[in-house]
């Protein structure tokens, strides 16, 4: 089985399909971080100084990072052998285990909202692990994004079918001699 881990759909990817991935990247950041980005810049239109504390404090960051991580899970799934890239079942794990933790965190700042006699997750934890899970949300999803670009590209499997009947040929070859 060919892994995606390894980089083959770097290695594959044609210019059109880094721009299709680079116009997912652009609007996740641009569209889909609208509400961290937006209040930032609300705030400062006020000459309101904020911090990431204020940002990252509420969990919003960790919300987008999970809704990454589902939605990169479908795609993982619908990978086929026959594929030109192949995205590694255990790519489904690693997101699974982030959506968990992104859960976890939510629900701890939920609780404290809704109970102010339980302790409130420290500052510095909220922010290294939205920051964390934010950033681990933007790779693993334009590297799903890219993949699932080249692997739905008709001319590559065609490319592919073809190197390897050519190896298999010459690897015939050598064996007859």
């Known amino acids: 089985m060919r892994s995606a881990l390894t ?15 680079r116009q997912w990247l652009w609007g996740m950041l ?6 961290f980005w937006g209040g930032w810049f609300v705030l400062r239109l006020f000459a309101r100084s904020i911090g990431l504390v204020e ?3 509420r969990g919003e960051l960790v919300l987008f990072s999970a809704g990454i991580f589902a ?10 052998e026959e594929d030109a890239v192949v995205l590694p079942g255990e790519l489904v794990t690693v997101c699974v285990a982030l959506l968990m933790l992104a859960a976890f965190v939510v629900s701890a ?15 510095s934890l909220m922010i290294a692990l939205s920051l964390g899970l934010f950033l681990a ?3 693993i999803g334009f590297y799903v994004e890219l993949a699932n670009n080249v692997r739905g590209d008709p001319t590559l499997f ?3 079918r073809n190197d390897e009947n050519d190896l298999r040929e010459r690897f015939n070859r050598y064996f007859e001699e």
Do not use: K
Request: charged share 15%.
């Open 109 to 123: 700042v939920t609780v404290a909202d809704a109970f102010p006699q339980m302790p409130r997750p420290a500052a």
């Open 137 to 139: 949300s933007i790779a």
């Open 71 to 80: 939605s990169a899970i479908p795609i993982i799934r619908r990978s086929r």
């Open 158 to 160: 065609n490319v592919i």
């Open 30 to 35: 641009i569209g889909g971080c609208l509400p």
């Open 7 to 21: 980089p083959r759909a770097v290695l594959l990817a044609r210019p059109h399909h880094w721009s299709e991935a």
């Open 55 to 57: 940002l990252t404090g």
